[in-house]
T-cell receptor, first 115, second 115 residues
Framework: SAVISQKPSRDICQRGTSLTIQCQVD?????MFWYRQQPGQSLTLIATANQGSEATYESGFVIDKFPISRPNLTFSTLTVSNMSPEDSSIYLC????????????FGPGTRLTVL | QKEVEQNSGPLSVPEGAIASLNCTYSDRGSQSFFWYRQYSGKSPELIMSIYSNGDKEDGRFTAQLNKASQYVSLLIRDSQPSDSATYLCAVNTLFNSNSGYALNFGKGTSLLVTP
């Protein structure tokens, strides 16, 4: 499986600021995904990011709040904008396995706390 | 709303016993099913994928799928204290026509294996 890294691993931010989370993969992948895991909850899909096209967002998530970039096949960023304490979560990127399998593998996550 | 349902637990089993984790899903069109293990403070780790009805075995893990009943399960034989974690059931679901398929997660079952 691909090796996925995320930066930062954790951050504490002030209300009203923005944070950009980076996701780097050691191989080229077509499909990248961003998920959120709120405290004590399961994972919720934020958006799907394919290289060369605009990210597609799921219900409850909008581009103005969570802009995503996907400049190439190994990298993506998610920005959490104008943060509030409700944005305190773990943010995870995942990639779909190369080849025919649709297995997904996750990065280590970014733990965000908004004060 | 496409649902993936799991008992939250905690499920407590003694060391050496079989742990049985269950999951039901609502989207009849789903074709891919996954079990992830998540230790506290860590990201989800893929442990099993299953695509066809029946059983699939990998070491101490057996995944079972019944598409007619919309049911998928995970059996862990000879449970070890190191198996204590949250187990997430994930179903590859068509979220919308723009984003394509992505993982829809259940809330997870907490497993505790006692020595």
């Amino acid at each position: 499986s691909a090796v996925i890294s995320q930066k930062p691993s954790r951050d504490i931010c002030q209300r009203g600021t923005s944070l950009t989370i980076q996701c780097q993969v050691d191989s080229q992948v077509t499909m990248m995904f961003w998920y959120r895991q709120q405290p004590g909850q399961s994972l919720t899909l934020i958006a799907t990011a394919n290289q060369g096209s605009e990210a597609t967002y799921e219900s409850g998530f909008v581009i103005d709040k969570f802009p995503i970039s996907r400049p190439n096949l190994t990298f993506s960023t998610l920005t959490v904008s104008n943060m509030s304490p409700e944005d305190s979560s773990i943010y995870l990127c995942s990639v779909e396995s190369a080849g025919l399998s649709d297995e997904q593998f996750f990065g280590p996550g970014t733990r965000l706390t908004v004060l | 709303q496409k649902e993936v349902e799991q008992n939250s637990g905690p499920l407590s089993v003694p060391e050496g016993a079989i742990a049985s984790l269950n999951c039901t899903y609502s989207d009849r069109g789903s074709q891919s099913f996954f079990w992830y293990r998540q230790y506290s403070g860590k990201s989800p780790e893929l442990i099993m994928s299953i695509y066809s009805n029946g059983d699939k075995e990998d070491g101490r893990f057996t995944a079972q799928l019944n598409k007619a009943s919309q049911y998928v399960s995970l059996l862990i034989r000879d449970s070890q204290p190191s198996d204590s974690a949250t187990y997430l059931c994930a179903v590859n679901t068509l979220f919308n026509s723009n984003s394509g398929y992505a993982l829809n997660f259940g809330k997870g079952t907490s497993l505790l294996v006692t020595p």
